[in-house]
């Protein structure tokens, strides 16, 4: 077969993928640039310039959707990392057969869809009949409304993910782990190091690509939260947990205003990036330092 020939069969191949990408990634993205500038009435579009974005930085559910958004991510980045890191090293002395049954054990969780573990949460954590405060009431304490009131429902979103292992962060910490060099913890060992100071200074330095795939991972995970705030709280009470992807939502679908959530979604396009290039330069100058 030809070199031409062979081309034109690779980007048949390519073609069913490559159409895909185009209708459903790049034409949405395209259009929601052009969207963010307009605004969309019965008669039309009417170009407003940089009218949407003055509208959504003085909004006051813009800004805490914003730091909503922040703190969760936050947490949940820190606690997934951390709480990944710490268990596979838990798991990876053990024996193959072993580190098999917990590596099924913490993925097989993430298989269920979120939308099932917030529907479970929002009964555990109901005020009346939930489990949770019928335990409380059951040791003499009162019931505590948990997704009710504004100064908790936030942090009872957090907590709903805190007591989720992270199951892919593990699976990945884990073979990371065990592709580091034996023969340099033996060194260590001939040296009188601890098992936490070859912890800290083999292991960690050693898995640090795997830290930022992560880190960068989660952050984006975490600012795309919007299932568990839609099941749980409707971004109530009031506007105490609403995230910038569920003002996104109700931009769109609630108020029909199609432009201010066009914008809303730029700026959480730009958020993302900025972060995620401030997570890579700075992870990879103490991979540097660290070498």
């Known amino acids: 077969m030809s070199l031409k020939r062979r081309q034109v069969a690779a980007y048949l191949f390519l073609a069913p993928a490559l159409s895909f ?16 500038f307009h605004r969309l009435t019965l008669s039309g579009w009417q170009f407003v310039g940089f009218e949407n974005f003055k509208t959504i930085f003085s909004a006051e559910d813009f800004w805490i959707a914003f730091r909503n958004t922040v703190l969760y991510t ?13 268990i596979a090293s ?12 917990f590596r099924a054990a913490y993925y097989l969780p993430t298989v269920i869809a979120s939308v099932v573990f917030a529907i479970i949460w929002s009964w555990m954590f109901n005020y009346s009949f939930g489990p949770v405060n019928n335990i409380l009431m059951r040791l003499g304490l009162e019931p505590v409304p948990w997704l009710n ?54 292991t960690v330095p050693l898995i640090m690509p795997t830290t930022l795939y992560l880190t960068v991972i989660y952050t984006v995970a975490g600012l795309s939260i919007f299932d568990k705030v839609f ?27 199609y432009g ?22 700075a992870m990879a100058k103490s991979y540097e330092l660290e070498g």
């Open 74 to 86: 936050s947490v949940f980045v820190v606690k997934n990392v951390f709480l990944a890191l710490t």
């Open 149 to 202: 009131d504004p100064s908790l429902a936030l942090w009872t979103v957090i907590l709903t993910d805190v007591l989720i292992a992270p199951g892919s962060g593990i699976i990945l910490y884990l073979a990371a782990i065990n592709n580091i060099p034996q023969t340099l913890y033996e060194a260590a060992d001939l040296d009188g190091a601890t098992p936490i100071m070859k912890w800290l200074k083999i």
């Open 90 to 101: 838990l798991i990876s002395p053990l024996s193959n057969r072993v580190q098999t049954f």
């Open 260 to 281: 201010r959530s066009a914008a809303v979604s730029l700026i959480f396009f730009g958020v993302s990036v900025i972060i995620s290039i401030f997570q890579f330069r």
């Open 231 to 257: 099941v749980l709280t409707g971004g109530g009470p009031g506007k105490a947990t609403i995230t910038l992807v569920y003002l996104i939502y109700t931009s769109a679908f609630r108020d029909f205003d």
């Open 21 to 36: 990408f185009v209708i459903f990634t790049f034409v949405p993205v395209v259009m929601a640039f052009v969207i963010a």
